[in-house]
């Protein structure tokens, strides 16, 4: 098989399995936490943490291995933020992981695919700069979230699991040296904090991206 084909191949195949995570698997969760007791907003938050990790994070992984460029997967990722923003546009949600309180889950996937698009630009062909943020926002960011959720029944801010999230960060950005490893630990600061309309899924990867990039020649 040539090589686009191949890759248009394995695109279409991550589109399903985003589709199956975001729409039957999440739903048919969101119905049984709903019957276990969890309230509306606790069962939103953890479908999108879900998400996060079997859509963001996994494909995230597998993006090297399966892609020569970053054209595709950026593709791939402002396809679905253009069908996650058509729901907020009309008004008919996906009501187990949306809200009309944000964009938040749009944000993600637009930042998920630059991040990878940048990082593979500015290294001419490496794409570690642009996975490892997005591996911060996706299985850290998911990690926080679920720590405070099982504490706290809500979605708030937590030192706790700004802890967990350095946790799961820090292995991932030791793998370049000491400078992925401080990204790690800025990425899981950076996510306590809230800029207005500027959510973590735009400071987690785009401090990350930054110190990583300014420190890419020291990598191991």
């Known amino acids: 098989m040539d090589l686009i084909p191949r890759e248009l191949f394995y695109a279409i195949i991550l589109l399903t399995w985003v589709i199956f995570v975001s729409i039957p698997l999440t739903r048919w969760l969101y119905s049984l936490m709903r019957g276990r007791g969890l309230s509306h907003g606790v069962a939103i938050y953890f479908n999108r943490k879900i998400i996060h990790i079997l859509a963001g994070g996994l494909i995230a992984l597998l993006i090297p291995h399966l892609f020569s460029t970053p054209l595709i997967p950026l593709s791939m990722s402002l396809i679905l933020a253009a069908l996650l923003y058509i729901p907020h546009r009309t008004g008919r949600l996906l009501t187990w992981f949306q809200t009309p309180e944000n964009l938040f889950e749009v944000h993600f996937c637009i930042a998920w695919g630059l991040a990878i698009t940048l990082g593979w630009l500015l290294t001419e062909?490496?794409?570690?700069?642009?996975?490892?943020?997005?591996?911060?926002?996706?299985?850290?960011?998911?990690?926080?979230?679920?720590?405070?959720?099982?504490?706290?029944?809500?979605?708030?801010?937590?030192?706790?699991?700004?802890?967990?999230?350095?946790?799961?960060?820090?292995?991932?950005?030791?793998t370049v040296g000491l400078w992925g490893g401080v990204s790690a630990i800025v990425a899981a600061f950076i996510e306590h904090f809230e800029f207005g309309p500027i959510d973590d899924n735009l400071t987690i990867p785009s401090t990350s991206f930054l110190i990583l990039y300014l420190t890419y020649p020291r990598w191991s």
């Open 125 to 174: 062909g490496d794409f570690r700069l642009g996975v490892i943020p997005v591996l911060y926002m996706s299985f850290g960011d998911a990690v926080t979230g679920v720590v405070r959720n099982l504490i706290f029944r809500r979605r708030t801010k937590s030192w706790w699991g700004n802890l967990a999230m350095a946790a799961v960060c820090l292995p991932i950005g030791c």
